[in-house]
């Protein structure tokens, strides 16, 4: 049995218990309230877990939502057999509609525009993270061949970070997926995020913890956009 949700402010107050019986990748909303999957659903909650309603008809295998910078959607992996497709819903239920239409696609990360949702695609073999826009219209855009799980957008959506296979962090444009930097960092960094203004990314490592065990250590190396973040 999995443990409560636990949902709390910036303030670091006290955390609400959102008990279910089940559940997976909770995400909040704009307003406060929990997004997230379980018994066979996609959910949208209060913070303190009193009311609660599913977003998706019948029971289905949902997965990663996403909530879109303005709250007003939600774009989530939906698992059928021999298929993994991303949909799109608004945030109080209704307008269901699917996004990407290739075998594997997953991950999805929305960008700061809320314009476009990049996600990794698995198909014959290979690896490789694309992009979309929200609404689905148009063909998707492959921007690199590689397995990315952790994406993280700059504030102005022009690029975005992962971490490769090889211990390091690649920042590229959005438009073209060409390289901007390259950074070395510890084989396990993920949960990258930029701060507000874009100048630096963050994530999170266990490389630097004491041999007691420790917690993990947010590191913030420089990253730029050429014109308006110098390289320097």
């Not at 218990?17 to 309230?33: C, E, K, N, Q, W």
């Not at 102005?156 to 997926?177: K, Q």
Request: charged share 25%; with cysteine.
């Amino acid at each position: 049995m999995r443990p409560d949700i636990h949902t709390s402010g910036r303030e670091w107050s006290k955390p609400n218990s959102l008990s279910i019986v089940a559940y997976d990748h909770p995400v909040r909303t704009l307003d406060g309230r929990v997004v997230f999957v379980g018994q066979s659903n996609l959910w949208l909650a209060t913070p303190d877990g009193a009311e609660r309603k599913p977003l998706l008809p019948g029971r289905v295998t949902a997965a990663e939502p996403v909530v879109s910078a303005d709250g007003r959607f939600i774009v989530f992996v939906l698992q059928r057999p021999g298929s993994r497709n991303l949909w799109r819903i608004g945030l109080e239920g209704g307008g269901l509609q699917q996004v990407t239409k290739g075998r594997f696609d997953w991950h999805p990360a929305l960008s700061p525009d809320g314009k476009w949702v990049a996600y990794a695609s698995y198909l014959q073999g290979e690896r490789a993270l694309w992009k979309t826009s929200v609404d689905g219209s148009g063909s998707p855009v492959k921007l690199v061949d590689a397995g990315v799980i952790d994406l993280a957008f700059s504030p102005d959506s022009e690029l975005f970070a992962y971490a490769d296979d090889l211990g390091e962090i690649e920042v590229r444009s959005f438009a073209d997926g060409s390289l901007v930097r390259k950074m070395t960092a510890p084989a396990d960094a993920d949960n990258l995020y930029w701060n507000r203004d874009g100048k630096d990314l963050i994530y999170v490592t266990h490389s630097d913890r004491s041999s007691s065990g420790g917690n993990r250590s947010p590191v913030a190396p420089p990253c730029s956009s050429g014109r308006r973040y110098p390289m320097m």
